[in-house]
């Protein structure tokens, strides 16, 4: 089970730090993590991607130098901290988990229930 956190309402420029906590009796470390985020009229992004199991990660181009990924294995956490945001970057915010390191949503196989980040000019 993934369950997000840290979404809401910033002006541009702000940061936020959304969370991907993880439960349910799987192995942490054994998974890939990958952010999506939807628009409203838009497709399923992808934003970043860590593979826990050698530490790579991956950043859409449009998020490159804003976003970073971090993870706290004491709380089976992943991180998603978001700098310099701006109005483009409103979205419904998924989090994913998947044996295989990719950027693609198909590639993984459980989701969390999404938390909304806004960002207003």
């Known amino acids: 089970q993934l369950v997000e956190s840290g979404g809401g309402w910033v002006q541009a420029g702000g940061s936020l730090r959304l969370s991907c906590a993880t439960s349910?009796?799987?192995?942490?470390?054994?998974?890939?993590y990958g952010w999506f985020r939807q628009a409203p009229g838009k497709e399923r992004e992808g934003v970043a991607s860590?593979?826990?199991?050698?530490?790579?990660?991956h950043y859409a181009d449009s998020v490159k130098g804003r976003f970073t990924l971090s993870r706290d294995n004491a709380k089976n956490t992943v991180y998603l901290h978001m700098n310099s945001l701006r109005p483009e970057d409103t979205a419904l915010y998924y989090c994913?988990?998947?044996?295989?390191?990719?950027?693609?949503?198909?590639?993984?196989?459980?989701w969390g229930q999404g938390t909304q980040v806004t960002v207003s000019s």
């Open positions: 994913a988990a998947g044996t295989k390191f990719s950027i693609l949503a198909r590639q993984y196989t459980y």
């Open positions: 349910g009796g799987t192995s942490f470390d054994d998974y890939a």
């Open positions: 860590i593979n826990l199991r050698d530490g790579s990660t």
